[in-house]
């Protein structure tokens, strides 16, 4: 039998314009609910004229970051990123989304050291009104995050409310079971 | 290169920790700008400095000033200068308490001693070697402030060490504290093993590198903010009874109980941690300054079985569990108030508690992240409905776990065993900025 809390029962939930239900300020501003598609933003920001072909190049690099170094963006607690580059009229926008365990007020600073440290910060530098300051002033590189987020008016999970913690511990025991029973044979 | 740091300047009072057995905070207003200038003109020279503070040395009492955002423009700093600082500092602890989860119990409306009222302005900490010395400098201050017209005292906390007086801090639960304690890089001062490598000075004093690597803007005037640093002020309850009588009723035998109060707080009383003495309490570890914080959690204790992933040194110091460890560094000085309450006595209803200041440049990056994220975030490192055991909101249920082979231990809606009852954001200026401060005038101390 499902219940509120079963994981196994998928769930919808529409969110109003504002992006929260009742104002809980976080340190930089308001936080966000955790949804049945856990945290995340949606960034939407117009990208500097000539730089679509460098962002995109941006997509090769940032999987080799990965391909070195696989837990480089373990401390996000990340389901998901997604990267779009779209266009509206003569101007093309870069679309950032991205899913993850906790709000994003919480691990901000560290999202930038990161941003820095796997050459996330570069696609950055090529949107319009990113701060020129952002290396020695946080807030200036929160603040244009916060401005660009959109935040969804509804968000869906199958698998609703489960971080990828549990998911990865799952799969370990999955892992361990079938491990367990090759011994058995 | 980094700067040497300018001990001349700096207030002593986050650089050396003094040989003190009581201290006295007194909070300050100041109905005019002339008033709170004739006040600061003559405190100013008992002010210890960097240089002029050492363990070693023969002074009896330590003075230490720090003030309000609403306390600089009392004195007379302009709006376009304040603007200047961060807006955390602005809008003052009272009004950042959501964040902090100072709400409920503790909230700023239920705050003593009008900490939460914007005619706090200054705050003279004073620590004294004892409670003799203490009262004689209150006598004084007491005197000093008659001669003057227009600084009032909105209200004063004494502190004191608690019993046996043997060199060891000790906090009302019965923790050995002070146990764990940055080191500034620059200082000369070595790291105990474990303590993790010395924090470059900008995490703490204004106009030096940080650990970013830069030094961050100052605030304006320079002069006002350069060698300064930002304090946030905690008064924090603690329920002794409702503390021992938890511990009671969760244990059938008197070990059981301190290995409970050990998991809640991640080390014995004696200050020896679980990572290292898992099953029993070993002293002599906990006083060894050398080996007492010489553990990591990553591989020692990956799971909690030894000290659980939400006892309060783990969330408060998650080690090598965390990202930018260096730039969450804070330095907390403070003491003890309140009369213990002895073993076995019935609560008496007495205040008692911790009274401390937490030292750092970034109130919002390492202060307001700690209280925010490592305190009281139901969801810390993948936990389910916890809050800080110790010193987390407990207004609402939160739990405890502690994972146990073959089945973890679940503690069901702890019971608050502290409360806030006052806070305040202070700034703590150095020794040129409070001459500064006090003439009003940048010239004449050239």
Known sequence: MATDNDSGKPKALAIPKEGYFALQQGRYGPTYPRTPACHGFTIIAKIKPGTEEEIRAYGTRIEKTIEANPHALAPLQLHYLRWVLFDIGSDTYFMYQGIFDTDFDKYTEDAIELFKATGVNTIFEKLEGFPTDWKTSAPAFIKFVREHQCPSFLEYGEYPYVSAGEIKKALALKQAFSSMLDHMQ | MAAQLDLGDIQHFLLARTPALAARYEFLSFESVAAGRAWLAGLVP????????????????????????????????????????????????????????????????????????????????????????????????????????????????????????????????????????????????????????????????????????????????????????????????????????????????????????????????????????????????????????????????????????????????????????QRRKMIRRGGTYGPALPEGAPDDGVERGIAAFIGCSSLIRQFEFAMNVWVNDPTFKDLDNERDPIVGNHDDPFDMTIPKRPIRKRLRGLPAFTTIRGGAYLFLPGIRALRFLASGNAEQLS
Request: charged residues 25%; hydrophobic residues 35%.
């Open chain 2, 46 to 325: 008992k002010v210890g400095t960097g240089q002029s503070v050492g363990t070693a040395s023969p002074d009896a009492r330590w003075v230490t000033i720090a003030f309000t955002c609403n306390g600089l423009r009392s004195l007379g700093v302009d709006d376009a200068a304040l603007a200047t600082f961060p807006e955390e500092f602005r809008h003052g602890m009272a009004a950042r308490a959501e964040i902090l989860g100072i709400v409920g119990d503790s909230g700023p409306d239920r705050w003593f001693g009008d900490l939460a009222s914007p005619a706090l302005h200054a705050i003279v900490i004073l620590f004294a070697r004892d409670a003799g010395e203490r009262d004689r400098c209150e006598r004084q201050h007491r005197e000093y402030l008659s001669t003057l017209a227009g600084v009032d005292v909105l209200s004063a906390l004494n502190l004191e060490a608690l019993p046996p007086f043997d060199g060891v801090a000790r906090e009302h639960f019965g923790y050995r504290d002070r146990l764990s304690q940055p080191v500034i890089a620059g200082t000369g001062e070595q790291p105990t093993p474990g303590s993790g490598s010395p924090v470059k000075a900008g995490e703490f004093f204004l106009g030096y590198e940080d650990e970013s690597g830069a030094p961050p803007p100052l605030p304006r005037p320079e002069l006002l903010s350069r060698n300064g640093s930002y304090l946030a002020y905690l008064r924090m309850e603690e329920h002794v009874g409702a503390f021992r009588a938890f511990l009671r009723r969760q244990s059938e035998t008197r070990d059981q109980q301190e290995l409970l109060a050990a998991k809640l707080m991640g080390r014995w009383r004696s200050g020896a941690p679980l990572v290292l003495s898992p099953d029993k309490d070993d002293p002599a570890l906990g006083g060894d300054l050398q080996r007492t914080n010489d553990f990591l959690y990553k591989e020692a204790d990956p799971h909690g079985y030894r000290c659980p992933i939400g006892a309060h040194i783990r969330r408060m110091n998650p080690r090598d569990t965390a990202e930018n460890m």
